[in-house]
């Protein structure tokens, strides 16, 4: 079965530069969630979209931006690297609602682990 | 806000024993969704399992189960005849049901507990 896919799975960048981390969500999936997981921690959620659009925000700096295209698949951009942004980005993508009353259920990539140096 | 404690940073059992995994919340809210992710070494996110509040019974997959106490705010994981595969950071997570839009179903994790068999 297709999973989420995350790219670049390793990024290594310099202080002060920009990155892009792209995700591509199981097909059919409408919805995407950001989250942020440092070293030793717990995931932290950052941004979602749903249908293209921002559903909800998080803990995400001002020099973070996302979007989620039509096709669905999103891209986190980030900038003014600091040495504090190094950590494991996961995507995540979940089905349309069910009515059923069972949660979505969120299916998460492999990760990007970007480094700061 | 909601938030998720675990309380255990490290556990440790040995293989084909039995061991359990703690973890209590703070919420406001009725209707809830909790979960557990297990996430080995290669630093992928499984779901392990995941309880609806609204239900009595205790959810169970295989040799997974958890103990649902909603008055005292308790989310416990039970892993029966452990294997040397069930290594891994254990996380306690959180999902609020009262959501108004699609997309505001973000997860609450707790810090994790990092769970070891001993062959």
């Known amino acids: 079965a297709a999973g989420v896919i995350q790219s670049p799975r390793h990024l290594i960048k310099e202080k002060r530069e920009t990155a892009t981390l792209k995700c591509y969500p199981i097909p059919r999936h409408d919805t995407v969630y950001w989250y942020q997981q440092g070293p030793g921690q717990d995931p932290q959620f950052l941004i979602s979209f749903y249908e293209k659009m921002q559903s909800d925000k998080g803990s995400i700096p001002d020099r973070f931006s996302a979007q989620q295209f039509s096709d669905y698949h999103s891209e986190l951009n980030m900038s003014s690297l600091e040495l504090g942004d190094s950590a494991l980005y996961f995507c995540a993508s979940s089905p349309p609602l069910v009515t059923s009353g069972a949660p979505n259920e969120q299916f998460f990539g492999p990760g990007t682990r970007l480094t700061v140096l | 806000a909601q938030t998720v404690t675990q309380s255990q940073p490290e556990m440790s059992v040995q293989e084909a024993e039995t061991v359990t995994l703690s973890c209590t919340y703070d919420t406001s809210e009725s209707d809830y969704y909790l979960f557990w992710y297990k996430q080995p070494p290669s630093r992928q996110m499984i779901l392990v399992i995941r309880?609806?509040?609204?239900?009595?019974q205790n959810a169970t997959e295989n040799r997974f189960s958890v103990n649902f106490q909603k008055a005292a705010k308790s989310f416990s994981l039970k892993i029966s005849d452990s294997q040397l595969g069930d290594a891994a950071m254990y996380f306690c997570a959180y999902r609020s049901m009262e959501s108004a839009n699609f997309g505001n179903e973000k997860l609450t994790f707790g810090t994790g507990t990092r769970l070891t068999i001993i062959p």
């Open positions: 309880q609806e509040a609204y239900k009595q």
